[in-house]
Antibody
């Protein structure tokens, strides 16, 4: 069974940093592209960042503007999102997603709250 | 980027009735269209991919159709557990984009 377990969310002040992690199991992690997708309270789903299976190609949404870095450690079956210069509008649940051409599996998400 | 537009925003349906949700893409996505279901406080769950293929474990009452720019999701006889928000998503192009969602609520 595919499992994606996010961690690392929490309350952070504007301008602060946070690193999210996603621990994957139940599939061969190193052959799949992985994504972070977020959902602000009461809002829809929004692509944040994606990374290919080898970790040598990444894509970010325009709003990231160099503030976030997606990475992965295939030896640990773990996906990361390093976030810096956080803004109140980054407040959201962040989901880890496995892609199999389509978004096949979602983690339960981790809540990031940016507030003073 | 490809803009996905869903309609209606909210659909009020009685249990046992049929519900039809629509999704339009701003340019052709072929059959590279997925539908996801999200219940309150839960993560989204894949329902349909390839515009019409049900994901593993999805009941036959869920039917996806369409290609190009126009798609629909039909739930043939709504069950209590089907009241949720449904999102369409294209995966032909970067960035992957979602519709804004259709909430299916109990009438």
């Amino acid at each position: 069974e595919v499992q994606l377990v996010e961690s690392g969310g929490g309350l952070v002040q504007p301008g602060g940093s946070l690193r999210l992690s996603c621990s994957a199991s139940g599939f061969t992690f190193n052959i799949y592209t992985m994504y972070w997708v977020r959902q602000a309270p009461g809002k829809g789903l929004e692509f944040v960042s994606g990374i290919n299976n080898k970790g040598d190609s990444t894509e970010h949404a325009d709003f990231v503007q160099g503030r976030f870095t997606i990475s992965r450690d295939n030896s640990r079956n773990t996906l990361y999102l390093q976030m810096s210069s956080l803004r109140p509008e980054d407040t959201a649940v962040y989901f880890c997603v496995r892609e199999n051409y389509y978004f096949a599996n979602w983690g339960q998400g981790t809540l990031v709250t940016v507030s003073s | 980027e490809i803009v996905m537009t869903q309609s209606p925003a909210t659909l009020s349906v009685s249990p046992g009735e049929r519900a039809t949700l629509s999704c339009r893409a701003s340019q052709s996505v072929g059959s590279n269209l997925a539908w996801h279901q999200q219940k309150p406080g839960q993560a989204p769950r894949l329902l349909i991919y390839g515009a019409s293929t049900r994901a593993t474990g999805i009941p036959a009452r869920f039917t996806g159709s369409g290609s190009g720019t126009q798609f629909s999701l039909t739930i043939s006889s709504l069950q209590p557990e089907d009241f949720a928000v449904y999102f369409c998503q294209q995966y032909i192009d970067w960035p992957r984009t979602f519709g804004q969602g259709t909430k299916v609520e109990i009438k």
